[in-house]
């Protein structure tokens, strides 16, 4: 490049770098540089009733109920309150830094900024109806942002509230507790899991198992169920209406979970594994046309092992109902009468109470190691049957004794009418024989 060349372009840069300084003089004589907020007397977020966003042609509309900010188009859905008040806190705060007229022959296009159509409108509506909108275009440098009011003002404004939007999406704000209303007065649990059904039952103040077995559920291990339940959340939104929810395994569905109770009904779809080694799966809740990821540790609350729900003590009486213990062996019968803090056989005189107190403590307090559900009860294993009765006489319950020899030694199970056997932990012994509880003589 010659010199006469070279110093043409440097004249011709500085003239293009005055002419724009003289046209942004002309601009700034028109704008507004001190800044000031976009609303006049905007509205908390406690009082206001609703508001709605418009993006890419879907409109998401919140409303304020009893129970809590609800999303109630396209469909409805319970929100997360804290999260979904940052929009409009944010809009409140909203600081304009230029205000430019819509018909100003310098302004650009506003196709060019992102406000023909906009890219967002925001429209806050408070108890009195009053209605507050912005339209927000594009972003631009230093963390500004144009936006438009209804009035046809053209704002340069800072970029909060764009950041807001790009980097937390509307799914983020709602509440993805699959059973956010599941309470301890739940009623009913209800788990299929490729089509085998656990059902587990209040009555009155306990828990009955009814499918596959009808047996005694242990009631704190259930509240700890339904405690579990109610923490269950889906870790992200994957997929709003999607057209086929059988490719994520849930027409059908891999397992369903469904609680009722007193004011509550919900019911979980859970679906294939997400994919790759994770063991997360794809779950749906009714009535909410929207596909979640449920993490491990959640799978593994809502799908957990039923046998845990079991109760796994021997019988569900409480030892201090207990006026008499009926043991029928294989060789003898033994009937063991309460006097105040004795125990005296029938037939045979006193007995050693604290023996008598020993097999109580495990007929209703030991918890088994194990449980184990049988379709035939194993009679074969059966060495004894003991019948607790109150103070009428009546029975109050019986559980059968069985025991078996394995490598390991001597093992006892207790079986209460249900075909559960109730494994005893290693190392019990259960007294049957008259010798055992200090009895002489022959029955």
Same mark, same amino acid.
């Given at each position: =490049?010659?010199?006469?060349?070279?110093?043409?372009?440097?004249?011709?840069?500085?003239?293009?770098?005055?002419?724009?300084?003289?046209?942004?003089?002309?601009?700034?004589?028109?704008?507004?540089?001190?800044?000031?907020?976009?609303?006049? !007397?905007?509205?908390?977020?406690?009082?206001?009733?609703?508001?709605?966003?418009?993006?890419?042609?879907?409109?998401?509309?919140?409303?304020?109920?009893?129970?809590?900010?609800?999303?109630?188009?396209?469909? /409805?859905?319970?929100?997360?309150?804290?999260?979904?008040?940052?929009?409009?806190?944010?809009?409140? /705060?909203?600081?304009?830094?230029?205000?430019?007229?819509?018909?100003?022959?310098?302004?650009?296009?506003?196709?060019?900024?992102?406000?023909?159509?906009?890219?967002?409108?925001?429209?806050?509506?408070?108890?009195?109806?009053?209605?507050?909108?912005?339209?927000?275009?594009?972003?631009?440098?230093?963390?500004?942002?144009?936006?438009?009011?209804?009035?046809?003002?053209?704002?340069?404004?800072?970029?909060?509230?764009?950041?807001?939007?790009?980097?937390?999406?509307?799914?983020?704000?709602?509440?993805?507790?699959?059973?956010?209303?599941?309470?301890?007065?739940?009623?009913?649990?209800?788990? *299929?899991?490729?089509?085998?059904?656990?059902?587990?039952?209040?009555?009155?103040?306990?828990?009955?198992?009814?499918?596959?077995?009808?047996?005694?559920?242990?009631?704190?291990?259930?509240?700890?169920?339904?405690?579990?339940?109610?923490?269950?959340?889906?870790?992200?939104?994957?997929?709003?209406?999607?057209?086929?929810?059988?490719?994520?395994?849930?027409?059908?569905?891999?397992?369903?979970? /469904?609680?009722?109770?007193?004011?509550?009904?919900?019911?979980?779809?859970?679906?294939?594994?997400?994919?790759?080694?994770?063991?997360?799966?794809?779950? =749906?809740? !009714?009535?909410?046309?929207?596909?979640? #990821?449920?993490?491990?540790?959640?799978?593994?609350?809502?799908?957990?092992?039923?046998?845990?729900?079991?109760?796994?003590?021997?019988?569900?009486?409480?030892?201090?109902?207990?006026?008499?213990?009926?043991?029928?062996?294989?060789?003898?019968?033994?009937?063991?009468?309460?006097?105040?803090? #004795?125990?005296?056989?029938?037939?045979?005189?006193?007995?050693?109470?604290?023996?008598?107190?020993?097999?109580?403590?495990?007929?209703? /307090?030991? #918890?088994?190691?194990?449980?184990?559900?049988?379709?035939?009860? %194993?009679?074969? =294993?059966?060495?004894?049957?003991?019948?607790?009765? *109150?103070?009428?006489?009546? %029975?109050?319950?019986?559980?059968?004794?069985?025991?078996?020899?394995?490598?390991?030694?001597?093992?006892?199970?207790?079986?209460?009418?249900?075909?559960?056997?109730?494994?005893?932990?290693?190392?019990?012994?259960?007294?049957?024989?008259?010798?055992?509880?200090?009895?002489?003589?022959?029955?």
């Amino acid at each position: =490049m010659r010199w006469s060349t070279a110093i043409l372009v440097w004249i011709a840069a500085i003239l293009t770098l005055g002419m724009g300084l003289l046209l942004r003089t002309e601009v700034d004589e028109k704008v507004s540089s001190t800044p000031t907020k976009a609303f006049e !007397d905007f509205p908390s977020f406690q009082a206001l009733q609703s508001w709605s966003l418009l993006r890419g042609g879907e409109q998401l509309t919140f409303e304020r109920t009893e129970g809590g900010w609800l999303q109630t188009s396209p469909f /409805r859905h319970r929100m997360h309150q804290d999260l979904l008040a940052a929009v409009p806190e944010t809009a409140a /705060r909203l600081t304009v830094l230029d205000s430019v007229d819509a018909d100003d022959p310098m302004l650009p296009p506003l196709a060019t900024l992102g406000l023909d159509p906009p890219m967002t409108t925001l429209t806050f509506e408070d108890a009195e109806g009053e209605m507050h909108s912005v339209h927000l275009g594009r972003r631009g440098m230093a963390g500004r942002g144009w936006a438009k009011l209804p009035d046809g003002r053209i704002l340069v404004v800072e970029a909060d509230l764009h950041t807001l939007l790009e980097r937390e999406p509307p799914e983020t704000w709602r509440d993805l507790r699959v059973f956010p209303i599941l309470s301890v007065d739940a009623r009913q649990i209800i788990r *299929d899991v490729s089509g085998e059904q656990l059902v587990v039952e209040r009555n009155g103040n306990t828990w009955q198992i009814t499918s596959p077995l009808p047996t005694r559920a242990d009631a704190d291990a259930v509240m700890q169920h339904i405690a579990d339940l109610a923490g269950v959340q889906g870790e992200a939104v994957l997929l709003d209406q999607p057209p086929d929810i059988s490719a994520f395994g849930l027409n059908p569905p891999v397992a369903a979970v /469904r609680v009722e109770g007193p004011g509550m009904s919900g019911r979980l779809l859970v679906g294939d594994r997400v994919g790759g080694a994770s063991q997360a799966r794809y779950g =749906m809740v !009714d009535g909410i046309p929207s596909i979640i #990821r449920i993490g491990p540790d959640d799978v593994g609350r809502l799908l957990g092992d039923p046998a845990m729900l079991v109760d796994h003590t021997g019988t569900g009486v409480n030892a201090a109902d207990v006026s008499s213990v009926v043991v029928r062996g294989e060789q003898e019968e033994l009937r063991f009468n309460r006097m105040l803090d #004795r125990w005296v056989e029938q037939s045979r005189g006193e007995a050693a109470s604290g023996t008598v107190e020993q097999l109580l403590e495990t007929l209703t /307090r030991t #918890r088994g190691s194990h449980v184990a559900l049988h379709d035939r009860y %194993p009679a074969e =294993m059966e060495v004894a049957v003991i019948t607790l009765l *109150d103070r009428s006489g009546g %029975p109050l319950d019986s559980v059968r004794v069985l025991r078996s020899q394995t490598p390991e030694g001597v093992s006892w199970a207790l079986e209460n009418g249900d075909n559960v056997l109730r494994v005893l932990p290693s190392g019990s012994a259960l007294p049957l024989q008259g010798e055992e509880f200090g009895l002489s003589g022959t029955p």
